[in-house]
């Protein structure tokens, strides 16, 4: 049980019981959480000579002060291993045209950066000519997930397209590839 607390005026909001492993529906869990569009990335590094990358949709800025992102990354990657160690990634947002890139690496292969247009950044990772924009990462923490690490890193550099001639970005909403189009008239921060 868990029992939530306004923390201005200490009053008890609510309890909440644990979905146990037999309540809890994977499928519908997965479709629900599918309504929720999110940006697509792929993480890369170095690992000894051989760069290594893997696509990722579960990114976000974490805070502007210090400059921090987090990332989930499946226990069951084969690519984590590699990445980890060294310390540092860089976290290459797609634009709309990668779809195809965004399925080469997230599967198994040898071969994934045959025919890829990258340079290194400051810090010896490989970033993608054309992605909308990359963020060079040092690991700060790595904490425990449930079948996922949440690795939150510091921003060490950011580089890609300045925002004027940036692409659109590549999206994944309900199991599928989509580019983002024009702005809602409404448009503004929130």
Same mark, same amino acid.
């Given at each position: 049980?868990?029992? +939530? !607390? $306004?923390?201005? =005026?200490?009053?008890?909001?609510?309890?909440?019981?644990?979905?146990?492993?037999? %309540?809890?529906?994977?499928?519908? !869990?997965? *479709?629900?959480? #599918?309504?929720?569009?999110?940006?697509?990335?792929?993480? %890369?590094?170095?690992? #000894?000579?051989?760069?290594?990358?893997?696509?990722?949709?579960?990114?976000?800025?974490?805070?502007?002060?210090?400059?921090?992102?987090?990332?989930?990354?499946?226990?069951?990657?084969?690519?984590?291993?590699?990445?980890?160690?060294? #310390?540092?990634?860089?976290?290459?947002?797609?634009?709309?045209?990668?779809?195809?890139?965004?399925? *080469?690496?997230?599967?198994?292969?040898? $071969? *994934? !950066?045959?025919?890829?247009? +990258? %340079?290194? =950044?400051?810090?010896?990772?490989?970033?993608?000519?054309?992605?909308?924009?990359?963020?060079?990462?040092?690991?700060?923490?790595?904490?425990?997930?449930?079948?996922?690490?949440?690795?939150?890193?510091?921003?060490?550099?950011?580089?890609?397209?300045?925002?004027?001639?940036?692409?659109?970005?590549?999206?994944?909403?309900?199991?599928? !590839?989509?580019?983002?189009?024009?702005?809602?008239?409404?448009?503004?921060?929130?």
């Amino acid at each position: 049980m868990f029992t +939530y !607390f $306004n923390r201005c =005026s200490n009053l008890r909001l609510e309890t909440v019981k644990p979905m146990t492993t037999t %309540t809890r529906d994977v499928a519908a !869990f997965k *479709r629900a959480v #599918g309504h929720f569009p999110t940006g697509l990335t792929i993480v %890369t590094a170095h690992h #000894g000579a051989t760069p290594v990358g893997m696509t990722l949709q579960s990114f976000m800025s974490l805070s502007l002060d210090p400059m921090l992102i987090a990332l989930a990354v499946a226990r069951t990657s084969t690519t984590w291993p590699l990445i980890e160690p060294t #310390g540092s990634f860089a976290v290459n947002i797609l634009a709309g045209h990668h779809h195809s890139l965004a399925r *080469r690496f997230a599967v198994r292969s040898e $071969n *994934r !950066f045959e025919s890829v247009e +990258y %340079t290194t =950044s400051r810090a010896g990772n490989p970033v993608f000519t054309d992605s909308v924009a990359w963020l060079d990462c040092r690991t700060h923490r790595i904490v425990d997930g449930g079948d996922h690490w949440i690795v939150m890193a510091d921003v060490i550099e950011i580089g890609g397209a300045p925002d004027d001639t940036a692409e659109p970005a590549l999206v994944f909403f309900r199991s599928r !590839f989509h580019r983002t189009t024009t702005p809602h008239p409404e448009e503004g921060t929130p």
